[in-house]
T-cell receptor, first 115, second 114 residues
């Protein structure tokens, strides 16, 4: 019963390149959340998705960032034309389909470094 | 926006001592949760306390909730070096309804010295 899987674990990009971060939620989970974390800081909510739907993207910058959670396959967080300020740890979390108390299961994160 | 605020920001204790961390929040909640994050890793859920509960235990963890003061505390008893981590509180606001979103604090960094 694998947990939340994120890849890659580390991603190095040069300014202007694209970064694609992948997240496979736990089996049976249909809610996915993306967070960004800077050193010595807490989690910053970015986007909340269900299968094929973006539910809340209020934390995601309007430009260069996009997220999807297709019917098949992992959720993708895409950052176009990366800048140094995008360097951070990006965490994905998932929660079960059923209603009830929300409790998140986290992946180990992708550390993005922009040179 | 983040509504939780942990206190203290950093805590350093000796192995065997108890560690207490506090969390304050601003709006009415459905429940409050504590998570642990080891360096460079994702967060791990520790314990959830509902708004109608006042205290909850899980192993060496004890969580209290005071909704009148909008605050919670996490007590780790008989701490171990392996407890060294950052601890975050997160709340599900009462207004959230079906919007399944947690509101996070900034965390307390705990160092347990052998």
């Amino acid at each position: 019963n694998a947990g939340v899987m994120q890849n890659p674990r580390h991603l190095v990009r040069r300014r202007g390149q694209e970064a694609r971060l992948r997240c496979s939620p736990m089996k049976g989970h249909s809610h996915v959340y993306w967070y960004r974390q800077l050193p010595e800081e807490g989690l910053k909510f970015m986007v909340y998705l269900q299968k094929e739907n973006i539910i809340d993207e209020s934390g995601m910058p309007k430009e260069r960032f996009s997220a999807e959670f297709p019917k098949e396959g992992p959720s993708i967080l895409r950052i176009q034309q990366v800048v140094r300020g995008d360097s951070a740890a990006y965490f994905c979390a998932s929660s079960p389909r059923e209603t009830g108390e929300l409790r998140l299961f986290f992946g180990s994160g992708t550390q993005l470094s922009v040179l | 926006s983040q509504q939780g605020e942990e206190d203290p920001q950093a805590l350093s204790i000796q192995e065997g001592e108890n560690a207490t961390m506090n969390c304050s929040y601003k709006t009415s909640i459905n429940n409050l949760q504590w998570y642990r994050q080891n360096s460079g890793r994702g967060l791990v859920h520790l314990i959830l306390i509902r708004s109608n509960e006042r205290e909850k235990h899980s192993g060496r963890l004890r969580v209290t909730l005071d909704t009148s003061k909008k605050s919670s505390s996490l007590l780790i008893t008989a701490s171990r070096a392996a407890d060294t981590a950052s601890y975050f509180c997160a709340t599900v606001p009462a207004w959230a309804g079906n919007n399944r979103k947690l509101i996070w604090g900034l965390g307390t960094s705990l160092a347990v010295n052998p």
